[in-house]
């Protein structure tokens, strides 16, 4: 649910963000739209518009300024942060962080397009540990909560993107096994010679990637990694222990060969019960592989 301190700021902030050129839809976002916020999140409100009607930035600005007067409060050209998250601003309203994040309808549509058909893409992008992955904007447009939609825009889009595509988690489901089966394969070299900083690294995209593999298989869309962890717990269809498990070996890795060997036995295991829960629950889905190392 909810909060309804969160949702009257941010309704108040569209009503003058609605007002700009350019500005097709707004919507809040993030853990706020979808009810598992903490205490301490931000804001996120998204600002759709088409390429061909470009925003008004000098207005964006002026809104920025009456909401947040502080100096180094600032708000972005299109495309200043990358092609995924590019751009925006990171503002304080009445005490709360409120971040604004422009999304390019027509980049929108197009990736939605690619996630029915099971084209799945992954690039880096700062602030994200485990990548962008262009799954992510059919999770944000099933989640997000518009506040203001004269075109029926965002209403649209929550058509195309439900149900979960069958393509998607097919596709979600075989490459992200696989490249965790992958990350431990390799951590095992890196192990013999204790170089922990390498492990740590496989040892998190691998537990990253079964976290993606467990959102296909309960079809839940993948918002981000925060807290990712902790909604899969609440998954029907989850290994016994995972979350544990995971929590615990990315604790606890230590520096010695057989301390890293240790931790990897641990996630071996848990990539081999995901495994067979796929199999279980989505047989044929996966590719079939038999290198999940190390055994014991």
């Known amino acids: 649910m909810i909060d309804e301190v969160v949702l009257t700021l941010a ?3 569209a009503a003058q963000l609605g007002g700009v050129a350019g500005v097709a839809a707004v919507a809040l976002g993030g853990s706020q739209a979808r009810g598992t916020a903490s205490a301490g999140s931000d804001i996120d409100i998204a600002l759709y518009y088409e390429p061909d009607s470009p925003l008004d930035v000098a207005a964006l600005r002026t809104v920025a ?33 409120v971040d604004w994040l422009y999304r390019d309808l027509t980049r929108v549509r197009a990736t939605l397009a690619d996630c029915r058909a099971g084209r ?27 506040l203001h939609d004269p075109r029926g825009v965002l209403a649209a889009l929550k058509v195309e993107a439900t149900p979960y595509p069958e393509p998607l988690r097919r596709a979600i489901i075989r ?13 095992a070299k890196g192990a013999a010679r204790a170089d922990v900083a390498y492990v740590a690294g496989c040892l998190y995209r691998c537990a990253a990637c079964l976290v993606q593999v467990l959102f296909a298989l309960n079809r839940v869309p993948f918002l981000n990694e925060k807290a990712a962890l902790a909604l899969a717990a609440t998954f029907p269809l989850l290994p016994g222990g995972f979350c544990v498990v995971v929590e615990w ?38 590719l079939p592989f038999t290198r999940i190392v190390p055994e014991g």
Not at 68 to 84: H, L, S
């Open 65 to 97: 300024r009456a909401l947040d007067p502080r100096p180094e409060a600032a708000v972005t050209e299109p495309g200043a942060w990358g092609p995924w998250v590019n751009g925006g601003a990171w503002l304080v309203v009445d005490g709360r962080r």
């Open 249 to 286: 070996t990315l604790a606890a890795l230590g520096v010695t060969g057989p301390h890293l060997n240790q931790a990897l036995s641990w996630m071996a295991k848990l990539t081999r019960d995901v495994a067979q829960l796929v199999e279980d629950n989505a047989p044929g889905v996966a």
């Open 175 to 187: 490459t992200y096994l696989w490249e965790a089966a992958f990350s431990l394969e390799i951590a």
């Open 120 to 146: 799945i893409t992954c690039d880096y992008q700062a602030g994200h540990p485990h990548g962008f992955h262009n799954h992510m904007y059919v999770a944000e447009t099933v989640v997000c909560h518009p």
């Open 11 to 13: 309704a108040r902030i």
